[in-house]
């Protein structure tokens, strides 16, 4: 039986912006090239100097892994995974987790942080198996919500360029707006928070610009515009069509579960594996955006897609972790407040850490 250390490197830790006010380390200028309406590529950018720019490569409109159909069997539905008190909860499987691992988990969540609330939900993408500890509880998400947000208009976006390019006309009194529409930022969308678009002042964006100061830097007043663009009634429709029990959907901020993150997450996976150039698009936004509390954690994955978000509420983080031809959902939420986080010591970095370690494990006795 493996035997597991846990590393406690204590690390210059950079967290949600969007949440909190951080130094912004990339600018991105005004878009130079145009959407076409087959595909969106050679879309290009031109990028200040910085120490961490955002990565903008081609963007196919061949879906991936074009090849045989594998065989399917009935989807698992895991809005429904249940979770024991006070114990490592797996489901849709008879994998179980090495003792080691079990103990280094429990610790984490009723030991060190006794006198908070924390949680983890992790989901394999292949077979939906499923563990999680105290998934079904509520936390303020803080900036997490945001990834549910980015794909609800990205799916949005993507449909208002099929209409167009299909002909469908307009209903009375509809907007199509697509990815290349701008928008002029006044100040009336203001909100604390990242700071791109306040510090900036008075600048015309693209709604594409607009979805990666949301995601890279999670721009508050980037997530208002885009509010106020595109609305929340396709966010609402996800969440109705994933059961997620939220009384104040249509709310900036509310509470949400880590069964819910996953599930969200989960959704994500499913259009990222539709190939369309959206779709590409927002997967690369989400690959390369800052403050990532897993890949601080995770080492050799071969792609991490997250959104973080902490606030004096809560300190968590949400993503997929991509190895070879594996790929899982992980989040972990705990109610450590922003102002007394320590860097990769803290709770949910060793979770990540732990439940990685897990999961190899877990792929390992699959083949």
Request: hydrophobic letters at 35%; aromatic letters at 12%.
């Amino acid at each position: 039986m493996k035997r597991h250390i846990l590393a406690l490197t204590l690390c210059c830790l950079w967290l949600c912006a969007g949440c909190s006010q951080h130094a912004e380390t990339s600018l991105i200028k005004a878009a130079d090239g145009a959407l076409s309406d087959a595909c969106l590529t050679d879309y290009l950018h031109q990028l200040e100097p910085t120490d961490a720019q955002p990565v903008f490569g081609e963007i196919s409109d061949v879906p991936p892994d074009a090849g045989e159909p594998e065989q399917t069997k009935e989807p698992i539905d895991n809005r429904n995974d249940i979770f024991l008190p006070h114990e490592v909860t797996v489901n849709h499987s008879d994998y179980a987790l090495l003792p080691d691992d079990e103990q280094a988990l429990l610790w984490l969540m009723e030991e060190r942080y006794r006198y908070r609330k924390t949680a983890f939900y992790v989901l394999d993408l292949k077979s939906q198996m499923s563990f999680g500890y105290a998934a079904d509880q509520y936390f303020s998400p803080a900036c997490t919500r945001k990834a549910g947000f980015a794909l609800a208009w990205y799916k949005k976006l993507e449909e208002n360029r099929l209409s167009d390019e299909s002909g469908v006309p307009l209903a009375p009194g509809e907007t199509r707006l697509r990815l290349t529409d701008t928008y002029f930022y006044d100040g009336t969308d203001y909100m604390p928070g990242a700071g791109t678009l306040i510090r900036k002042g008075y600048h015309t964006y693209t709604i594409r610009e607009l979805l990666h100061y949301l995601l890279y830097n999670s721009d508050n007043a980037a997530y208002k515009a885009l509010w106020g663009l595109l609305g929340s009634g396709d966010y609402v429709a996800l969440a109705e069509e994933l059961g997620i029990p939220l009384e104040e959907r249509q709310e900036f901020w509310t509470y949400m579960r880590p069964l819910d993150l996953g599930l969200i997450w989960q959704e994500i996976w499913a259009y990222k594996e539709t190939g369309s150039p959206e779709s590409q698009l927002f997967w690369q936004e989400l690959t390369n955006n800052l403050y990532c509390e897993i890949s601080e954690s995770v080492q050799g994955a071969d792609a991490i897609a997250h959104k973080s978000g902490s606030d004096e509420y809560g300190y968590h983080d949400a993503g997929i972790v991509v190895r070879g031809d594996n790929a899982y959902v992980v989040v972990a939420m705990s109610t450590v407040p922003l102002s007394q986080v320590y860097g990769h010591q803290e709770c949910i970095n060793q979770v990540f850490e732990r439940v990685d370690l897990v999961m190899q494990d877990y792929y390992a006795t699959r083949k």
